[in-house]
C-alpha cells in the first residue's frame, strides 16, 4: 500500500521561508514521478512543481526562482523548500507519487495522494 505522508506546513508572513517535507512508502517508489500541488477552496488542484525519476524538474511559472523541489533518495523524502513565499501562495499542498517515471504536472496524471499540509502566508 502507497503511503504518503507531508509535514511543515505553517503560518509565516510575506517574504518567510518554510520547507515541505513527504515521506513516501514503499520504499520501491524512489524512482517515480513525483510533485506537489496546492489547492485552495472552490479551485482546482494545481501542480506547483514536480520531479521526474531521471531528476528533471518542472515548476508552476509563479514559483519558478522561489520554490525548489528534491529528493532524499536515501530516506525516500520528497522536499519542497518555498523562499519569498506571498500571500497568494496560501492553500492546502499536497504531496503526490505517480505510477510513470516521467511526470505530467497535472493533477489527473497522479495516483497517490498525501492527506496534505497548510501553509499560510500573511501579507
Known amino acids: 500500500q502507497v503511503q504518503l505522508v507531508e509535514s511543515g506546513g505553517d503560518s509565516v508572513k510575506a517574504g518567510e521561508t518554510l520547507r515541505l517535507s513527504c515521506t513516501i512508502l514503499?520504499?520501491?517508489?524512489?524512482?517515480?514521478?513525483m510533485g506537489w500541488f496546492r489547492q485552495i477552496p472552490g479551485k482546482d488542484r494545481e501542480g506547483v512543481a514536480t520531479?521526474?525519476?531521471?531528476?528533471?524538474?518542472n515548476y508552476l511559472s509563479s514559483v519558478k526562482d522561489r520554490f525548489t523541489i528534491s529528493k532524499d533518495g536515501a530516506n525516500n523524502t520528497l522536499y519542497l523548500q518555498m523562499n519569498s513565499l506571498r500571500h497568494e501562495d496560501t492553500a492546502m499542498y499536497y504531496c503526490?507519487?505517480?505510477?510513470?517515471?516521467?511526470?505530467?504536472?497535472?493533477?489527473?496524471?497522479?495516483?497517490?495522494w498525501g492527506q496534505g499540509t497548510q501553509v499560510t502566508v500573511s501579507s
Open positions: 503526490a507519487a505517480a505510477d510513470n517515471w516521467r511526470c505530467v504536472r497535472t493533477q489527473a496524471f497522479f495516483t497517490y
Open positions: 514503499p520504499y520501491t517508489f524512489r524512482g517515480h514521478c
Open positions: 520531479l521526474d525519476g531521471d531528476g528533471k524538474t
